[in-house]
């Protein structure tokens, strides 16, 4: 068991490009989460997956992010036409499905937008 | 809705002393609360929760958290600061289990050691 995995730990892109990121959870593990954490902040709850099914979404999540889980294992983010805001730290998390389980983070990818 | 508070965005203390990291938090429902550490362009670690029973929670590296409903508050202290202990420090909270438990988590106290 490695861990949470997240590629890529970096991330550079013009304004405008689409960018991806992937995160892979702790194997076994039926949820998973992506945060963002932009400078000086607490990391701010996006998105929320049980197995594949996508169960709740933020209104931090505007229309061009998009996330996935096909096969409820791997999840990925995608953001289209990327904006300076978007400029962050995205990391996923994921745990077990028992009650009081914790919580265990991936190291992020950090992403700035040119 | 549930929220946190922390009082303190940057709290310095000497090598040796005690470490007090203060956390309110706002729930209409008994709420979980977490103590997580950040160190530099890592992910989160968790150093100690609080779900039910014992109020007083002991952590990972000598940290301890109690959870005081009276006053709303889950503060977290260690007796004694060590240089490796500098890093930001994040209260969260979550909903009681049947929900997503998503985190919702206060804005962070960088802990600076002086030696």
């Known amino acids: 068991d490695t861990g949470v995995s997240q590629d890529p730990r970096h991330k550079i892109t013009k304004r405008g490009q689409n960018v991806t990121f992937r995160c892979d959870p702790i194997s076994e593990h039926n949820r998973l989460y992506w945060y963002r954490q932009t400078l000086g902040q607490g990391p701010e709850f996006l998105t929320y997956f049980q197995n594949e099914a996508q169960l709740e979404k933020s209104r931090l999540l505007s229309d061009r992010f998009s996330a996935e889980r096909p096969k409820g294992s791997f999840s990925t983010l995608e953001i289209q036409r990327t904006e300076q805001g978007d400029s962050a730290m995205y990391l996923c998390a994921s745990r077990g499905g028992q009650a009081n389980t914790e919580a265990f983070f991936g190291q992020g990818t950090r992403l700035t937008v040119v | 809705a549930q929220s946190v508070t922390q009082l303190g965005s940057h709290v310095s203390v000497s090598e040796g002393a005690l470490v007090l990291l203060r956390c309110n938090y706002s729930?209409?429902?008994?709420?979980?609360l977490f103590w997580y550490v950040q160190y530099p362009n890592q992910g989160l670690q968790l150093l100690l929760k609080y779900t039910t029973g014992a109020t007083l929670v002991k952590g990972i590296n000598g940290f301890e958290a109690e959870f005081k409903k009276s006053e709303t508050s889950f503060h977290l202290t260690k007796p004694s600061a060590h240089m490796s202990d500098a890093a930001e420090y994040f209260c969260?909270?979550?909903?009681?289990?049947?929900?997503?438990?998503?985190?919702?988590f206060g804005t962070g106290t960088r802990l600076t050691i002086i030696p």
């Open positions: 969260a909270v979550s909903l009681p289990p049947f929900g997503n438990e998503k985190l919702t």
């Open positions: 729930s209409s429902v008994p709420p979980y």
